[in-house]
């Protein structure tokens, strides 16, 4: 009941406004500072690896296989992070901001904040998450007052499917479906 009053509700979709600007903007933010400021993740990532979360009792890592990939990944490609972080923040908030793509960027938003989260990093991170987890629960009700709007209904057009059956499943147009 409370899924669908998310999921269908317009009063719901105009909260949904105020709540993706404020996240759309809480990224944007973010993310221009580190386009501007010369973003560099190194520090970051080094910290992490010299610093993992650990369980204070017993010493042993939280996070394990995080520590790993940063190690093992992130750092040998710290070039390539020093780019994805800062466009990734601006995008996830032009999506919210416009309501286009809304899910998406919620999702994306999501992913980096709990990759900051695995890091050690709270600060804002636990509210945004929050808010971005409520944006992705209200789907493509929340970008209802935005881009969205024109570009679901195109999306589903283009991609040759049909509006949501009973079982809450996209079906290609032309499948019958087995109930």
Avoid: C, S
């Amino acid at each position: 009941m409370m899924l669908a009053w998310l999921k269908n509700n317009k009063y719901v979709a105009m909260l949904m406004v105020v709540v993706r600007v404020y996240l759309g903007y809480q990224w944007i933010v973010g993310g221009w500072h580190k386009l501007t400021g010369g973003f560099d993740a190194t520090g970051f990532l080094t910290n992490a690896i010299n610093n993992p979360v650990a369980d204070k009792t017993t010493n042993e890592l939280v996070y394990p296989n995080f520590v790993y990939f940063i190690e093992h990944f992130a750092m040998p490609n710290v070039k390539l992070f020093n780019i994805l972080i800062p466009i990734g923040e601006l995008l996830v908030g032009i999506g919210l901001i416009v309501g286009g793509l809304t899910a998406a960027a919620a999702f994306f938003g999501l992913l980096m904040n709990f990759m900051f989260m695995f890091a050690g990093t709270l600060n804002t991170n636990p509210w945004l998450v929050l808010l971005g987890g409520i944006v992705l629960i209200a789907g493509t009700n929340a970008g209802r007052y935005g881009l969205d709007y024109y570009l679901i209904p195109l999306l589903r057009k283009t991609l040759k499917f049909k509006k949501l059956d009973g079982g809450g499943k996209m079906t290609p147009t032309g499948t019958a479906k087995a109930h």
